[in-house]
């Protein structure tokens, strides 16, 4: 697992077994996750942290990026049934977005919100009915309670509804006009404002039994906004989105590209701006998600701290507008030789989508040839568990035995996850000189000759036992994050002579 879902994972843990949620303003994220993760570890009948596993937490995300396919319904009046169509099948084979809808981080959840909103709004203002603006509080206070970054996508959804009545009004069409205009009343807005707050609020202070939870909520901005600009490890120019998703190839792996999308998404942004989108459509719709998705990119492209999921966002736009894109160019065609020619592109194409996504996630799920594994720990981490637990079971204590993790700027994630069956593990930052060494001692590289200093000096001359190598090869936490390991010889000898020969050794 990505050290950010074992990081998440641990909170819901505390959440699981005490009840309770207490925001983070520095760090984690909104409690959304935490809550809805609730659900398939209530009905799994997992009560404790140790309990639950990878399905418990990660088919949350799932959850939510299949409804992100199936909502597209929803508003298939409004984008056209055929444009619907290939932008459900696109977001199923996008490998970004099946990519992330196996993490268990907030990305997914906020997405799907904010096309809630997207949706509710829409229907609103075709309906007139007090319900959807309801829904859409409801989705708005759920983006918000998810994640810091929902105010870029509210406040693009709020300039993508001006620019659209604007455009609406240079073109005088009355109609248009009314339907947006209506959605813009400051009674609509109150209450929708209204109804997001109280679930916001529900939910920063886990219904109330942490009131602090609702200034965090608020004063939490400044963190964000001083970590944009100034955290090295994320900076990245402004094409850094853009390029990824146009052509990537790393060292010896394949070529990944979604260009399919973003090439089809220029067309149907074209073919909304200039009102020739599909005959069925809506076009002010249409020219609302433009605009939303190129503010979204302007903006996410301007902030120099980027992420390859953050992208995610912008993208579920940019697939809207392929759907749109496909459709006007099927419709276009009018000859049949033509329309297979376009045919023999947009299929392969997919395809190949299709292939990446697959590739992504079975065979190139923590290899760094895959754009969209980010910071992402090595396998390696199954082996040092592995020798962990083969230490553990020739130890009297067993998995109550004490081991020290050593890692620089608490960069032990997710090893918290995979040794939560363990008892009595020390996580440091550095080496603690005074304290005797544990059996089993991990630590950064960097560390090895204070470890080693430590495991020779800090026991009495009598007391001293021998520690050899816990790794026979070189391990690593990340790439270029050398880890070592040390064991006592004793417990590597209990192995050696075997199961009835380590029991004496115990006694």
Not at 181 to 191: A, G, N, P
Request: hydrophobic share 50%.
């Amino acid at each position: 697992m990505h050290g950010d879902e074992a990081i998440h994972a641990d909170k819901f843990g505390m959440l699981l077994a005490d009840g309770i949620y207490k925001y983070d303003p520095y760090e984690y994220h909104g409690p959304t996750l935490n809550y809805f993760t609730l659900i398939p570890a209530w009905l799994a009948g997992q009560k404790t942290y140790q309990q639950i596993n990878e399905y418990t937490i990660r088919i949350v995300p799932v959850f939510f990026g299949i409804m992100l396919i199936l909502c597209v319904v929803l508003i298939a009046d409004g984008l056209g049934w055929s444009a619907a169509v290939f932008a459900a099948i696109l977001t199923a084979f996008s490998h970004a977005m099946v990519f992330y809808s196996r993490y268990y981080i907030q990305e997914m959840l906020l997405i799907f919100f904010t096309f809630g909103v997207i949706i509710c709004g829409y229907r609103y203002a075709k309906s007139k009915r007090p319900v959807w603006v309801i829904a859409a509080g409801v989705c708005l206070g759920l983006m918000h309670a998810t994640k810091e970054t929902f105010v870029i996508a509210a406040a693009a959804m709020a300039a993508a509804l001006m620019l659209t009545l604007a455009l609406a009004k240079r073109r005088q069409d009355d109609r248009a006009k009314g339907a947006i205009e209506s959605c813009c009343k400051v009674k609509v807005i109150l209450c929708g404002l209204l109804v997001a707050v109280m679930v916001s609020v529900f939910l920063f202070s886990c219904f109330f039994r942490n009131p602090h939870g609702i200034v965090d909520s608020v004063m939490t901005y400044k963190t964000y906004l001083n970590r944009a600009g100034h955290n090295e490890l994320h900076i990245h120019p402004w094409c850094y989105y853009l390029k990824m998703l146009l052509y990537t190839k790393i060292g010896p792996g394949p070529v990944w590209t979604e260009a399919i999308i973003l090439v089809l998404a220029v067309v149907g942004f074209f073919a909304a701006v200039v009102k020739r989108g599909p005959a069925d459509a809506d076009g002010n719709l249409l020219r609302f998600i433009a605009f939303y998705t190129l503010i979204m990119i302007v903006a996410y492209s301007a902030i120099r701290y980027k992420t390859p999921w953050c992208m995610l966002g912008f993208l579920h736009g940019l697939i809207l507008l392929a759907g749109v894109g496909t459709t006007v160019i099927l419709r276009a065609v009018k000859a049949r030789w033509y329309r297979t020619l376009v045919l023999t592109v947009l299929v392969p194409a997919v395809i190949h989508l299709a292939w990446q996504a697959y590739s992504g996630c079975y065979r190139y799920f923590d290899d760094h040839a895959n754009p969209y594994v980010y910071a992402h720990p090595t396998s390696d981490v199954f082996r040092v568990v592995r020798k962990i637990e083969e230490a553990a079971a020739m130890h009297a204590d067993g998995k109550k035995m004490y081991i020290e993790m050593i890692c620089p700027g608490n960069d032990c994630w997710p090893f918290p996850w995979y040794l939560r069956q363990f008892e009595n593990v020390g996580y440091f930052t550095e080496v603690d000189m005074t304290g005797m060494p544990a059996p089993v001692i991990i630590a950064f590289a960097s560390l090895e000759q204070q470890v080693l200093t430590k495991i020779w000096t800090v026991p009495p001359p009598g007391k001293r036992s021998l520690y050899v190598p816990l790794f026979d090869k070189y391990t690593e936490l990340r790439p270029t994050i050398e880890l070592r390991g040390y064991v006592m010889n004793d417990l590597l000898e209990g192995r050696l002579r075997g199961p009835d020969q380590s029991r004496e050794a115990k006694e």
